[in-house]
């Protein structure tokens, strides 16, 4: 494992869709009139400082080009303005998840300092509130754009500090979120679930894994309450699509899920985290979102952000420019 990959747990403690009490919502209108099937675009904003963590990759890897990126004024994770002009340019928009992570020395207990792990993790921390971060979420959510929680490791255990983030975050903002993505897709079973619908949050995002693709759970949103909170299953993390860069597998593979949501008429959610978009250190992936979303607009889907989805469903205000955006 690296520090940027979700970390495993003992024991699985996603929740049970497959029982009686979790069922899809099969005859719900998830897929608006005239498309085919819904592509829901996300990202979690977990380093846009890449900073001192290039010398824990330069021991893994290409060090030559890490230390470079350390020694220079260059930002490579900082890609806020080439992946708006990118969607821009494609005509959609996409929900950003924002991570209001604990400081390690400040917050957490002393055992979690002497774990090498835990300092390369926490050497990415930002400050939702300071000057570049707070112009470039306010910069998001005022072009259409979707801005959501990214709930940390401790919250997914703690309501009180995943209300406390998502206050953050809506200071920041000037209004209330709705969406949130557990960071490393932690789920306590539906306790987190349980708490993030008692903070006002709208859904959830964070079912799903990062080392498989598919329809694992279903191909629709689900009620977990039979309450307006809905669960939004993860299809594909960019990290888990096999060969990017090296062959056409990753194309494949991506072919393949756009055939089985249109065939299902289904809702299908991807997560491409920001730093991916760094074609020097991640060749492959910006070509290959691009390409996702121009063949999934070719065969007639809808494109957007999962809050975008969820208020036509439920017949809330929409605000221009969340899918197919006129050029």
């Not at 893994?60 to 002009?85: C, K, V």
Request: net charge negative; hydrophobic share 35%.
């Amino acid at each position: 494992m690296t520090p940027d990959r979700p970390a495993p747990t003992d024991e699985d403690t996603s929740p049970n869709l497959r029982s009686g009490a979790h069922r899809e919502s099969v005859d719900e209108p998830w897929v608006p009139d005239g498309h085919s099937f819904a592509l829901c675009l996300t990202h979690d904003l977990d380093r846009p400082y890449k900073g001192f963590r290039g010398l824990y990759y330069a021991l893994d890897e290409r060090p030559g080009y890490h230390l470079r990126t350390l020694a220079s004024d260059e930002n490579p994770y900082w890609q806020f303005e080439s992946i708006m002009a990118l969607e821009d340019d494609l005509g959609v928009r996409s929900a950003w998840y924002v991570l209001d992570q604990p400081h390690l020395l400040r917050d957490l207990p002393v055992r979690e300092w002497v774990d090498p792990e835990r300092w390369v993790q926490f050497l990415g921390r930002y400050d939702v509130a300071s000057d570049p971060i707070a112009d470039a979420l306010r910069t998001l959510d005022a072009g259409g754009w979707e801005v959501g929680l990214h709930g940390s490791i401790p919250a997914h255990t703690d309501a009180d500090r995943l209300r406390a983030e998502k206050e953050r975050i809506e200071i920041v903002l000037g209004h209330e979120i709705r969406g949130v993505r557990q960071h490393y897709l932690r789920l306590e079973g539906e306790r987190t679930w349980r708490s993030q619908a008692g903070i006002g949050l709208a859904y959830d995002a964070s079912l799903g894994s990062s080392s498989t693709v598919g329809f694992d759970h279903g191909y629709r949103p689900v009620r977990p309450f039979d309450d307006e909170f809905v669960v939004f299953p993860l299809t594909a993390m960019e990290q888990a699509i096999p060969g990017v860069g090296d062959d056409d597998r990753a194309w494949r593979t991506c072919e393949r899920l756009l055939d089985a949501a249109a065939a299902n008429d289904a809702v299908m959610s991807v997560l491409w985290h920001p730093r991916y978009f760094n074609e020097a250190e991640f060749p492959g992936y910006r070509s290959l979102y691009r390409r996702l979303v121009e063949r999934a607009l070719e065969m007639g889907a809808w494109v957007g952000p999962p809050g975008r989805l969820y208020d036509r469903v439920h017949g809330e205000n929409q605000s221009p420019g969340t899918t197919r955006a006129p050029r």
